[in-house]
């Protein structure tokens, strides 16, 4: 008797399940996961074929590690027994199996310049890098963004003029420039902020705007060129005609309409910064990573250079990757998987 009852709530409620089940599968499979797997598989492979083609372009450069390391009075037989304990010896195909054998399990090698693991030194210089990237794209926003706005409420006028006259002075500007003049004002004439290294909080401030300068420039100008073409578009003129107040036609309706193009060059800049500025860091003895490839480079530290393409090759996709996801929640019209095989 109990089973004659409980029999039709079981088949009433296998439909249910099934919705279930097949609500969660299209979670897990839906378009935006397929997209979020395509774009990873890709990610992969590019990123494999990065490594593969500096792992030999680096060994095609001029230029000997064993006598980097040595120095100019090593003898014959010192460069010899130097290239045979760095494996450097052996054929280009049996070192590059052994890197692809050593990558499987994220053992890159022994830094020549400062014997230890790869990886590691790379790990430890990554914090500073990202700290004076997030300083720097933070900066680049909060002014960047509302100039750009003032620049388009201010076209073709004499305002607008001399705010280009300015954004475009700081676009000519070289990296290293900007930051020896700053250094010159805030570090010698008025010694308010440290010139170099890591020391206090104060210290980033001058490589941070130094950065900020030519990005406030970039970004402003586009921020421009989106809100004069969005301010021309039907929907403001119709919500003037209905009483809309400016400042909601500007943030709510032209600001989100021209949101994705200024996102992906936020995100463009970001991810370069991510990859080590290495100009600003040079010129300001900062500790990251930009500073950290110029001296494997001067010492042709392969395993050094190798880590480092890594970590940043890897940073670089996952921001445009997580760009990518931003844009559905900007537009609720863009459907990631659209269009592209999905």
Known sequence: MADQLLAPSMHLASPAAASARRGLAGVVFGPTARYILRRLGQSVLTVFLTLSTVFVLIRLAPGDPAYSLAGPLATTEDLARIRTQMGLDESVFVQYAKYLQGLLHLDLGT??????????????????????????????????????????????????????????????????????????????????????????????????????????????????????????????????????????????????????????????????????????????????????????????????IQATVLVTAVLAILVQLLIDLCYPLLDPRVRLGKGQGA
């Open 111 to 304: 830094s020549y310049s400062f014997q230890a693991p790869a990886f590691d030194v790379v790990l430890s210089r990554l914090p500073y890098t990202v700290t004076l990237a997030v300083s720097a794209i933070a900066l680049t926003t909060v002014v960047a963004i509302p100039l750009g706005v003032w620049m388009a409420r201010h076209a073709d006028t004499r305002r607008e003029l001399a705010a280009n006259a300015v954004t475009i002075t700081g676009q000519s500007m070289p990296d290293f420039w900007t930051g020896l003049m700053l250094i010159t004002i805030f570090a010698v004439l008025i010694p308010v902020l440290p010139p170099a290294g890591f020391t206090t909080w104060s210290s980033l401030i001058l490589p941070t705007v130094t950065i900020a300068v030519l990005q406030v420039a970039l970004i402003s100008r586009m921020v421009r060129r989106e809100m004069v073409g969005a301010f021309m578009s039907p929907y403001v003129t119709v919500g003037r005609s209905r009483g809309v107040s400016e400042r909601e036609l500007i943030w709510r309706y032209s600001m989100r309409n021209s949101a994705i193009p200024v996102l992906t060059a936020l995100g463009t800049r970001f991810a370069s910064m991510l990859n080590g500025v290495v100009v600003v860091e040079v010129v300001f003895a900062w500790p990251g990573v930009g500073s950290l490839v110029v001296r494997a480079l001067e010492t042709r530290d392969y395993p050094l």
